[in-house]
């Protein structure tokens, strides 16, 4: 699951803005309301609704102009209501100076200001300010005080009743004008950074969200959740899999898994008692389950779902085995160490022994024994130390073709050794330690060489070095003609001191698999077509970085 970086907030931007189609609904509702307000003010003109009110120093200009302006707010509200219509910041500014316009037109034909109806300016200026901030929203409210003032001072011209309170109501709305829009300009400021954060939250939380989705289905460790009814409301991949359990089945019954069913019924009787493993594929394979309740604080365990880990029994075997190998390797190096001193001690004696004037042919054979035995023991110590005292690998590009040629040459000219070199090409190169590498080849070709004798009477083994065409990566195979290893002990050859003679140490295969792991490359067993037996080891791509 990538990380991504969530600073980029449109929170850092003062002039951040709702998306689109917020406003546009936004526009639409006063679209409703435009045309509500002009058909109302004409068909209460028509029908007589408060004459002294309406139209009273111009019916004829009253009743065209609302009767234009509830046909072209009918015209406008078709349009939006139709989406053929996505008006700008300019058609919108048109729109309410239109607005202005004939509710000016429609204050001045009843009376001025003293008629009331100039302050549903203060409606479009506020709506001018939501719909349109900074500068342009605010010109808005300036236009319509001047046409405001503008109007009183021409009936202050053509009305002789006219009186300086109608110019001080017309000098007030205007104030008022200014004030509505600075107020809706601040709110809706404040609304559209506040509807940004919550967005910004909403989308960092779904992004937490899939992060925990993702981390969750590619955990190791099986996670199930089932609830209060005892049905799988979530299984991951790794559960789905210990379990044998179809992923397409969620949600559905606990049912479907017997043996966990039957076990989450006991722990939710006895829930301080720890859960045995369960056995899957008739009994070859066996998981770890543990309980907990998915709310602590739940009275009862099953008043709370419930949350399941599943795990593979073998692989914590696995990880047990290797710390109790790695404090077991400490113990035989520090052993291993304290007993070569006194081993050193008997062998020089038995030297001593040997050159002696006084000593029997009998004895000469004894102290044969001596020599050899202490010598075994010495090379078993040298393995167990070698491995204590291991240096990290250093590792570099590797010709296969020309070190394996070298290293055949060297490996025949001091033993007798036919060894078969087969190169798929003359360019395969590989990272690994060259010396880490000339070691374990060595171990598995005498290994070789001494099964071939063994069971042909010839020192033969063939070494095939090519690339993996599916991983696209090198390896060599080191195959000998001897009988092969046994199926019961295929799964013990590379643990530490396993051996079937009684001459070896068992130590052979265990260090060239350590060293294979130390160069990021496996070390491993198989029988060839022609049923003889091989090993392989697949290194790594030459340009890997260690």
Not at 36 to 41: D, F, M, N, Q
Not at 317 to 322: I, L, P, R, V
Not at 340 to 349: D, F, M, Q, V, Y
């Amino acid at each position: 699951m990538q990380t991504r970086s969530l600073s980029s907030s449109p929170l850092a931007s003062p002039t951040a803005t709702l998306p689109a189609h917020s406003n546009y609904d936004l526009l639409r509702v006063y679209a409703y309301y435009r045309l509500l307000l002009s058909s109302l003010l004409w068909v209460m003109h028509d029908t007589g609704v408060f004459p002294e009110v309406l139209g009273t120093h111009g019916p004829q200009l009253f009743f065209y102009v609302s009767m234009g302006y509830t046909a072209f707010n009918l015209l406008t509200l078709i349009m939006l209501w139709r989406g053929q219509f996505a008006p700008k910041t300019e058609h919108i500014f048109g729109l309410l100076f239109i607005d202005i316009v004939a509710i000016t037109l429609l204050m001045h034909a009843s009376g001025g200001v003293d008629s009331g109806l100039g302050y549903l300016l203060i409606i479009c200026v506020a709506a001018g300010s939501i719909f349109i901030t900074g500068q342009i929203g605010t010109a808005l409210a300036a236009l319509a005080s001047l046409l405001v003032i503008g109007q009183s001072l021409i009936d202050a011209y053509t009305n002789e009743q006219f009186t300086n309170k109608e110019l001080f109501s017309a000098g007030t709305l205007g104030i008022l004008l200014f004030i509505a829009s600075l107020v809706f300009q601040y709110l809706t400021n404040r609304i559209t950074l506040t509807a940004i954060e919550a967005a910004e939250q909403s989308r960092q939380a779904e992004h937490l969200q899939k992060l925990t989705d993702l981390i969750v289905e590619r955990m190791r460790t099986g996670i199930i959740v089932v609830d209060t009814d005892s049905y799988i409301v979530l299984c991951n991949q790794a559960a789905a899999r210990l379990l044998n359990y179809s992923n397409a089945d969620i949600p559905g019954p606990l049912s479907a898994i017997p043996d966990l069913e039957e076990q989450l019924k006991i722990w939710r009787t006895y829930p301080h008692n720890r859960s045995p493993n369960i056995h899957i594929d008739s009994g070859t394979r066996e998981v770890r389950i543990n309980f907990s309740r998915l709310e602590p604080r739940a009275a009862a365990a099953a008043e709370s779902d419930t949350l399941i880990f599943v795990e593979d029994s073998r692989r914590m075997a696995q990880e047990a085995q290797q710390l109790k190998l790695a404090s077991l390797g400490r113990l035989t190096a520090s052993i291993a160490h304290e007993v070569r001193n006194p081993l050193g001690a008997i062998s020089h004696a038995s030297q001593l022994l040997q050159e002696s004037p006084d000593i029997g042919s009998g004895d000469i054979r004894l102290t044969e024994i001596i020599q050899n035995h202490s010598m075994r023991v010495n090379h078993i110590i040298e393995n167990v130390l070698q491995l204590s005292r291991r240096k990290p690998a250093q590792p570099e590009v590797v010709n296969l073709a020309e070190y394996l040629g070298h290293f055949v040459n060297d490996f025949s000219s001091n033993r007798e050794a036919d060894i078969d070199l087969q190169l798929q090409s003359a360019a395969i190169k590989t990272k690994v330690d060259p010396s880490q590498l000339t070691q374990v080849l060595t171990n598995l070709c005498e290994n070789g060489l001494r099964y071939s004798h063994s069971l042909t009477g010839a020192y033969h083994l063939q070494i095939v070095a090519a690339i993996d065409r599916p991983s696209d990566l090198p390896y060599i195979e080191i195959i000998d003609d001897g009988g092969g290893v046994d199926a019961a002990d295929m799964p013990h050859i590379f643990e530490p001191f396993f051996t079937t003679e009684t001459t070896g140490s068992g130590l052979g295969l265990y260090i060239s698999k350590e060293l294979c792991e130390a160069n990021q490359a496996s070390l491993s067993y198989r029988t060839t077509g022609a049923g003889k037996s091989c090993f392989r080891i697949d290194l790594t791509h030459y340009q890997r970085i260690f």
